[in-house]
């Protein structure tokens, strides 16, 4: 099983900052990657897949990079709306597992 | 728009059989463009895939439950379904049905609102 593992646990910002969050492989999912934002009691939202690819409706303000073992979820200047937990998940090889999460809080 | 509802006890007994059904409405369960898959997240845990259903019937399940999953469909009601056997608290979970989007490699483009399943006595 790939484990994901992202990183901080806590971000703590301010809205209009740049928000930079990281998921990391235990080995390499190439870029079968997506992203999901998740606000209390809703379900998850996709933000991104294919490591880089931004969602149907999704601001241009999330964008994601990496490959291969590394990648990040960048959110160029935060909205009150930005904060919540952000998860990343391989789609690479089975089981698709997801990360522990990462949540972005208020400053 | 493509729309999914999860449906189900929202307690079940420890030992029993707990059995969920999703709902698809906004498009067909059978368009063949994608397969259908339960998720789950223990309260203020991570997400957990439980595994997937193709419209044909087709599965394939998560190693660390297989022996307890079982998926099946149907089709004319644009529904599938989740029972997994032998629960424990360990299985007490906001359950999530989802749209896997792609084949062997998918991510998940559509999600239900969840439903939160207690297991306890």
């Known amino acids: 099983e790939i484990v994901m593992t992202q990183s901080p646990a806590t971000l703590s910002e301010s809205p209009g900052e740049r928000a930079t969050l990281s998921c990391r492989a235990s080995?390499?999912?190439?870029?079968?990657l997506a992203w999901y934002q998740q606000k209390p009691g809703q379900a998850p939202r996709l933000l991104i897949y294919?490591?880089?690819t931004r969602a149907t409706g999704i601001p241009a303000r999330f964008s994601g990079s990496g490959s291969g073992t590394e990648f990040t979820l960048t959110i160029s200047s935060l909205q009150s709306e930005d904060f919540a937990l952000y998860y990343c998940?391989?789609?690479?090889?089975?089981?698709?597992?997801f990360g522990q999460g990462t949540k972005v809080d208020i400053k | 728009q493509v729309q999914l509802q999860e449906s189900g006890p929202g307690l079940v007994k420890p030992s029993q059989t707990l059995s969920l059904t999703c709902t698809v409405s906004?498009?067909?369960?059978?368009?063949?463009?994608?397969?259908w898959s339960w998720i789950r997240q223990p309260a203020g845990k991570g997400l957990e895939w439980i595994g997937r259903?193709?419209?044909?019937?087709?599965?394939n399940y998560n190693s660390s439950l297989k022996s307890r999953v079982t998926m099946s469909v149907d089709t004319s009601k644009n529904q599938f379904s989740l029972r997994l056997s032998s629960v424990t608290a360990a299985d007490t979970a906001v359950y999530y049905c989802?749209?896997?989007?792609?084949?062997?490699?998918?991510?998940?483009?559509?999600w239900g609102q969840g439903i939160l399943v207690t297991v306890s006595s």
């Open positions: 989802a749209r896997a989007r792609g084949f062997d490699r998918a991510f998940f483009d559509c």
């Open positions: 906004g498009g067909s369960i059978s368009s063949g463009s994608h397969y």
């Open positions: 259903i193709y419209p044909s019937g087709s599965t």
């Open positions: 080995q390499s999912v190439s870029s079968t």
């Open positions: 294919g490591a880089s």
């Open positions: 998940q391989q789609y690479y090889n089975w089981p698709w597992t």
